[in-house]
């Protein structure tokens, strides 16, 4: 099986699993990293094929709904059917495996160029304007408050510290998408990433005037 027809069937797999899930983490969601992590791979000079794959697979069995070990064992399932280089594989399967924010003061894991393109990808779309819908849509799912004035934002040192926390949806800005626009890994990703890091300080000074009654 050649590598276009890998491609096609890794998109059908992530497709059809994630078609009917959480809006902030969907098909949808999946196919903008795609997106992005392809045009950030093309700048950068980086292995289109890895690139692509991770961004395809690194939120079929997202660490939020699924044991870690289960998903690991489930993406390593999927590849083996392709008869893939190991190395090939195996960096596919790291990149998916670590990813993910786990945590303000929890170690980033992601070494190789396609990884850090790829975590680049997912991270973009966590912030700016689908950033902040995606935030909202992810605390409906998880019934959190969209705001208590009660609960601070809190740097969680840990990944099940931070899987495990009870927040609010505007606390999240705080405790992770701001910090993004500093932790991207690639020239390209911290260019774009800048404006929308503008634009959610904008609606943050402005959700904070209407609740105070200021405008």
Same mark, same amino acid.
């Given at each position: 099986?050649?590598?276009?027809?890998?491609?096609?069937?890794?998109?059908?797999?992530?497709?059809?699993?994630? +078609?009917?899930?959480?809006?902030?983490?969907?098909?949808?969601?999946?196919?903008?990293?795609?997106?992005?992590?392809?045009?950030?791979?093309?700048?950068?000079?980086?292995?289109?094929?890895?690139?692509?794959?991770?961004?395809?697979?690194?939120?079929?069995?997202?660490?939020?709904?699924?044991?870690?070990?289960?998903?690991? +064992?489930?993406?390593?399932?999927?590849?083996?059917?392709?008869?893939?280089?190991?190395?090939?594989?195996?960096?596919?399967?790291?990149?998916?495996?670590?990813?993910?924010?786990?945590?303000?003061?929890?170690?980033?894991?992601?070494?190789?160029? +396609?990884?850090?393109?790829?975590?680049?990808?997912?991270?973009?779309?966590?912030?700016?304007?689908?950033?902040?819908?995606?935030?909202?849509?992810?605390?409906?799912?998880?019934?959190?408050?969209?705001?208590?004035?009660?609960?601070?934002?809190?740097?969680?040192?840990?990944?099940?510290?931070?899987?495990?926390?009870?927040?609010?949806?505007?606390?999240?800005?705080?405790?992770?998408?701001?910090?993004?626009?500093?932790?991207?890994?690639?020239?390209?990703?911290?260019?774009?990433?800048?404006?929308?890091?503008?634009?959610?300080?904008?609606?943050?000074?402005?959700?904070?005037?209407?609740? +105070?009654?200021?405008?």
């Amino acid at each position: 099986m050649n590598k276009k027809e890998i491609i096609k069937k890794t998109i059908s797999f992530a497709r059809k699993k994630l +078609e009917n899930g959480e809006s902030g983490h969907d098909w949808q969601h999946t196919e903008r990293v795609q997106k992005m992590a392809l045009k950030l791979a093309k700048e950068e000079t980086a292995d289109m094929f890895v690139v692509e794959m991770s961004a395809l697979l690194h939120d079929v069995f997202d660490h939020k709904f699924f044991d870690e070990k289960l998903a690991q +064992e489930k993406i390593k399932e999927f590849l083996e059917q392709f008869k893939l280089d190991k190395n090939i594989e195996s960096h596919i399967e790291s990149i998916v495996a670590n990813i993910s924010f786990k945590g303000a003061k929890v170690k980033n894991k992601i070494s190789t160029l +396609e990884g850090k393109i790829a975590q680049d990808a997912d991270r973009l779309d966590a912030i700016g304007a689908i950033g902040i819908a995606r935030v909202f849509s992810y605390g409906a799912h998880a019934d959190r408050p969209f705001y208590d004035p009660k609960i601070k934002p809190v740097s969680h040192t840990s990944p099940e510290k931070y899987k495990n926390a009870k927040s609010t949806s505007i606390n999240h800005f705080y405790e992770k998408l701001l910090l993004l626009k500093n932790r991207m890994n690639t020239k390209t990703a911290k260019r774009i990433a800048k404006n929308r890091h503008e634009f959610m300080k904008k609606y943050l000074k402005q959700f904070f005037d209407e609740w +105070e009654g200021k405008k």
